[in-house]
């Protein structure tokens, strides 16, 4: 009898494997980071060419073999073609799917992680919210839900009575409901001194996309 799984989540990873076969990275809701191999999901005429491309979410059956998993079935709930419609947000979701593919692990529970990089990828692209502090507060998050972040006492003296605010807002705050504020032009500064130290100490990894973003964000 063979063994499938059934998991819900998002291609955060895809690797070309052979002439036609490819080679995706799930972060799921109920088993964390998970590998699987996509037959023939290059071929043009494949029911794999768009629903196991980056950022796409939805249900995903699996296979079990020995040693790695194949996908049988996928249904897409979300395939984020805004996001891919927009070189700008496509670089910070690019940006966001590396950085969290670094900092989950194989069946562990990322929900909350996997939630924070749904809502993440959700508010790129908004006019009432720019990319960049989406950035900030996607990184932020990330931070205090690994419980590696902590607001320092020389930081209520040194910044604005706003920007800590903030970063008690993002501590306290369930990831789907993160993204309904903007700050002010000083705060975003602040905020960003502070993401520096903090990327520096919890986050010292360079990304392929972050070099991309400096261009944007000039």
Known sequence: MQDFQLVTGMVIHQDPVGDYDRRIVLLTKDSGKISAFAKGARRPNSKYVSTTDLFCFGDFKLYAG?????????????????????????????????????????????????????????????????????????????????????????????????????????????????????VSDEVMKELITISKEAKRQLMPASFKSEEMLKIVEI
């Open 66 to 182: 020995r040693d790695s998993f194949t996908v049988t079935d996928v249904s897409i709930k979300n395939y984020f073609s805004e996001i891919r419609a927009d070189l700008d947000a496509s670089l910070y979701g690019m940006y966001f799917l590396e950085v969290v593919e670094y900092n989950t692990r194989q069946f562990n529970d990322e929900l909350n992680i996997l939630r924070l990089l749904y809502s993440s990828v959700k508010a790129l692209g908004r006019e009432d919210i720019p990319n960049s502090l989406v950035k900030l507060i996607f990184e932020f998050k990330l931070y205090f839900l690994q419980g590696e972040f902590a607001i320092k006492e020389e930081w209520r003296r040194r910044y604005k009575p706003s920007t800590i605010y903030t970063l008690e807002f993002i501590g306290n705050t369930k990831p789907e409901k993160l993204y309904t504020f903007n």
